[in-house]
């Protein structure tokens, strides 16, 4: 509708005018007073004058209203831009809390572990294999990243182990894959256990405590951390929770299902422990 009164709206009110000039033409007196046919014609007209004046009225609210719709528009237009500027300027709000809160908590984890060495980097691809749980770090061995070296959160957490190395890009295995193998410590008791990958365990984001020591009593909620053993991982560092304990086939070995204290799916940054005092 609009399209067709912007279009063809002037021919229409062209029409209209033409009608009232011939009205007016053919209803014109002579000294004042009507003729026959004058009066005769004015009495033919003036339908057509009401049609043409309520017509042009019409047509006169129509531009009124396509004039504001133009305008309305336009100012939506520009309402549309200021809302995304500023839901552009709340992301980058969001983010600065969010960097503000793991640099807190990473200068908290230094003041407790000064002999770390560690390195800031950012992940920058998932493997996309449902045989393995790992991802690619943007630093590699010109940040003086070694392989084998662990990766944490911000908080200390252990989120895996760098397996890959380039110059500028690095693989990490993460504590869920089939292949992560971490010496672990368990429950108040700090018995000694093995946290290994589990391809069945893995799609549920989760790992495998086994290889306890004897007499070691599993409960869930128990916190697992690394041993230290063999000078791979530092000592401490927490790896997760037991979610659930059950008993190999036989029911005689018990094992323990292990939660991540990492939230996987929303790492953005992690820290590579490039250097640590290891623990006899």
């Given at each position: ?124 691809d998932w493997t996309a294999s449902n045989w393995t749980r790992s991802f690619t770090i943007s630093k590699g061995e010109d940040a003086d990243i070694a392989l084998g070296d662990c990766v944490i959160t911000e908080a200390g957490v252990l989120v895996g182990q760098v397996t890959e190395l380039g110059s500028n890009w690095a693989t990490v295995r993460t504590v869920i894959d089939v292949d992560a193998n971490v010496g672990a410590l368990v429950g108040e008791a700090g018995n000694a256990a ?87």
């Amino acid at each position: 509708m609009i399209k067709f009164l912007k279009t063809k709206g002037l021919r229409l009110l062209a029409v209209v005018l033409a009608v009232v000039i011939l009205a007016a033409v053919v209803s014109g007196v002579r000294g004042g007073n009507a003729g026959f046919f004058s009066n005769a014609a004015a009495t033919v007209t003036r339908p057509l004058r009401q049609a043409a004046t309520a017509v042009a009225g019409w047509l006169e609210d129509v531009y009124g209203y396509l004039y504001r719709y133009n305008q309305l528009q336009a100012e939506n237009e520009a309402l549309q831009a200021q809302v995304a500027e500023l839901q552009s300027q709340l992301r980058e709000a969001e983010e600065a809390v969010e960097e503000n809160s793991r640099l807190r908590a990473l200068l908290d984890f230094e003041e407790r572990h000064s002999d770390f060495v560690l390195e800031s980097t950012r992940i920058v691809d998932w493997t996309a294999s449902n045989w393995t749980r790992s991802f690619t770090i943007s630093k590699g061995e010109d940040a003086d990243i070694a392989l084998g070296d662990c990766v944490i959160t911000e908080a200390g957490v252990l989120v895996g182990q760098v397996t890959e190395l380039g110059s500028n890009w690095a693989t990490v295995r993460t504590v869920i894959d089939v292949d992560a193998n971490v010496g672990a410590l368990v429950g108040e008791a700090g018995n000694a256990a093995m946290l290994v990958g589990d391809f069945t365990l893995m799609q549920s984001g989760q790992a495998k405590l086994t290889y306890l020591t004897e007499g070691t009593q599993l409960l869930e909620g128990d916190s697992v951390l690394t041993s230290g053993k063999g000078g791979v991982f530092p000592q401490g560092l927490l790896v997760g929770t037991i979610a659930e304990v059950h008993t190999e086939a036989g029911g005689q070995t018990p094992y323990g299902v292990v939660e991540p204290a990492c939230d996987l799916d929303n790492l953005s940054q992690v820290f590579v422990i490039k250097d640590f005092n290891v623990v006899e």
